[in-house]
């Protein structure tokens, strides 16, 4: 079997994934700015041009382990469920914080691109860029945006909350671990959460669940506000 042919099989995506993501992981312990998800973005992409590998054989793999994202998203149930009486004492002021948090996110973006005079099509694709991508991808088709440019503006609003989501809320006073997985889960969606679970259970807890609610949420203020900017 020739190196080609091997690039064919499924193989091929999960192994690259795998050890350029470890390897990412790795940098990440002594290098805090450079994000995994970026650096492990990157060389998968400068392998795949340098070598000529075509996209759709990497995808062979790496959609079989996208698979695992929907399991893995569920699996955030599982700590919620374990503070269930904090989530059902604080609910309400929850709902509201995310609330508010995903209604100045979307009106924010609307003002500042309308402010510049910038482009229909690019604003509309900015605009769900605070909630995960498969929700960010489905609001813009919905809104006749440019879905592939939703999911740039979602994934580098990601990067930037967890890079600097939590030290930026610390300097500004909130330090328990409730409203800064909530702020960061709303924000930042997956790569806020995923900074949450690894500053402490309780916080990406209370991060996973904002992050849920807030995709819910965003979905429904969509059309009054896309109806009142439009």
Known sequence: MNVLSWTQQPLFGIAATIVVYALSRVL????????????????????????NI?????????????????????????????YRELVKKQFAAICLSITCGSLVGIVSVAAIMMSLDG??????????????????VEISKSLGAMPELSAVFTVFTGVVGALFGTSFL????????????????????????AK?????????????????LAGLI?????????????
């Open 170 to 193: 610390r300097m500004t006073g909130i330090r328990g671990e409730v409203p800064l997985g909530i702020a960061m889960g709303t924000a930042a969606h997956g790569f806020g959460t």
């Open 218 to 230: 965003t979905s429904i203020l969509f059309t009054p506000i896309y109806m009142f900017f439009m």
């Open 196 to 212: 949450s679970l690894a500053d402490s259970e309780k916080q990406g807890t209370f991060s996973g669940l904002a992050m849920g």
């Open 54 to 82: 075509p996209l759709q054989d990497y995808k062979n793999g790496a959609d079989i382990l996208a698979l695992i994202l929907g399991p893995a998203t569920i699996a955030l149930g599982v700590p919620i469920y374990k």
């Open 119 to 136: 482009a229909r099509e690019v604003m509309l694709s900015m605009l769900p860029k605070s909630v995960s991508s498969p929700i960010a």
């Open 28 to 51: 990440h312990v002594r290098f805090k700015w450079m994000h995994p998800i970026v650096f492990c973005s990157v060389v998968l992409i400068g392998f795949l041009v340098i070598g």
